[in-house]
C-alpha cells in the first residue's frame, strides 16, 4: 500500500504561552491537493513550517512518503517550498533560480539545467530563461518560483498563500492554471490560504482551521455546503445565518430558496453588485439576504417585496460557536 504524500500526527506548536498548532493531524495522498483554510493568525502557515523542517514542533510526528522525518533538516525532506513572496534570488536568471534546487540536492550542472527547463516548461515560461527576477511581472514571479520547486522533482509540494500578492482578475487566471497542473503531475499538495475561492478552485479537499485547531475537515464543495457550525458558515461566507432554537443557529444557503413563488416579504434593503443587486427581505425567521442576477433584478423591477418559499431540506441547523475564544 502506497504511504500518504504528508501524514501528521497530534502535531502541536507553542510561542511562548501562544499556542499557535493545538493536536493537528491530517494526511495528503499522492494526487491530492488539501486545502489549509483559515484566517490569519490561526496557524495555518506553522503547519506548514512544521511540515518543512522551517519550526520544530514541540509534540506529534511529520511523515512525508511514509518517513518521520520530524527531526530532519529542511533539506533532507526533499519537498518542494513556495513562499507568499515567491523569495527568488535576484542575482540568478530565471534559469539559474529554477536550476538552484535540483543543484542544492546534487544534480549535475546539465542534469539541474535540463530539469529546470522541463519545469519551465510545466509553467510556460521556457521562453524567459534568461531574464531576471526584476524583469518579470507578479504572475510570472509567481511561476518561476512553482517552477523551482517543481524542479526539485518532490513529490510533496508546500504552498503557502502563492497568489496573495496578485490582482484579482491575475489571481483568477492562475487559480484555473495551477488546478490543471496539479492534476497533471500527481503530487501531493498542501495549499496554505486564507482565500475561500482559493480553496475551492484549488484543492480537492479542505481543512478548516480556527485558533490552532481544525474544525472541519472534508471534500471541498461538501464542506462549503454544509459547515459543520456557525462558525465555520460565517467564515466561508454563508450570508443568512439566523438564530434558532436553543441557542443554536439556522443556515440558509441560497440554494434552499425559490424566488418567485409563494409569500411576499417586504424588501428593506437594496444594494447593486457586479452581477445584479443584493436584496435584504424581512422573512419569518429573519433578515435574508439574497443576490439577484441581472436578469431576476429586472423582473422584481421596482417591487417592494419578493416571493419566495424555503426549501426545509435544505435549512441547516448549527451549533452557534462564534463567540468562543
Known amino acids: 500500500m502506497t504511504p500518504p504524500a504528508l501524514a501528521l500526527h497530534h502535531l502541536a506548536k507553542r510561542f511562548g504561552p501562544t499556542i499557535a498548532v493545538d493536536d493537528v493531524s ?154 490543471g497542473l496539479f492534476a497533471h503531475l500527481q503530487l501531493g499538495v498542501l495549499l496554505v490560504t486564507h482565500d475561500q475561492r482559493e480553496a475551492l478552485a484549488l484543492a480537492s479537499r479542505v481543512a478548516v482551521m480556527r485558533a490552532g485547531r481544525l474544525v472541519q475537515v472534508g471534500v471541498s464543495r461538501e464542506v462549503f455546503a454544509r459547515p459543520a457550525t456557525a462558525w465555520v458558515a460565517a467564515f466561508l461566507g454563508h450570508a443568512n445565518i439566523l438564530p434558532g432554537p436553543n441557542g443554536q443557529v439556522r443556515l440558509i444557503p441560497e440554494d434552499a430558496v425559490r424566488l418567485g413563488e409563494g409569500e411576499a416579504y417586504p424588501i428593506t434593503a437594496r444594494q447593486t453588485t457586479d452581477t445584479g443587486i443584493s436584496a435584504t427581505v424581512q422573512h419569518s425567521l429573519g433578515p435574508l439576504t439574497l443576490h439577484l442576477s441581472a436578469r431576476e433584478a429586472a423582473d422584481l423591477g421596482g417591487e417592494d417585496s419578493l416571493r419566495l418559499t424555503l426549501n426545509p431540506a435544505r435549512v441547516l441547523t448549527l451549533p452557534d460557536d462564534r463567540e468562543r475564544a
Open 26 to 179: 491530517l494526511s495528503i495522498t499522492a494526487g491530492e491537493t488539501v486545502a489549509l483554510l483559515g484566517p490569519s493568525g490561526c496557524g495555518k502557515s506553522t503547519v506548514l513550517r512544521c511540515v518543512a523542517g522551517l519550526e520544530r514542533p514541540d509534540a506529534g510526528q511529520v511523515c512525508i512518503g511514509g518517513q518521520d522525518v520530524t527531526n530532519l533538516p529542511p533539506e533532507a525532506r526533499h519537498v518542494g517550498l513556495v513562499f507568499q513572496d515567491y523569495a527568488l534570488f535576484p542575482h540568478l536568471t530565471v534559469l539559474g533560480n529554477v536550476a538552484y534546487g535540483p543543484r542544492m540536492r546534487g544534480a549535475g550542472r546539465a542534469a539541474a539545467e535540463r530539469r529546470a527547463r522541463e519545469a519551465l516548461a510545466l509553467v510556460s515560461l521556457d521562453a524567459l530563461a534568461g531574464r531576471r527576477p526584476h524583469e518579470l511581472s507578479g504572475g510570472q514571479a509567481q511561476r518561476v518560483a512553482l517552477a523551482r520547486a517543481l524542479a526539485t522533482g518532490s513529490s510533496l509540494l508546500l504552498l503557502d498563500e502563492p497568489l496573495s500578492n496578485l490582482d484579482e482578475q491575475l489571481r483568477a487566471r492562475l487559480r484555473a492554471d495551477l488546478h
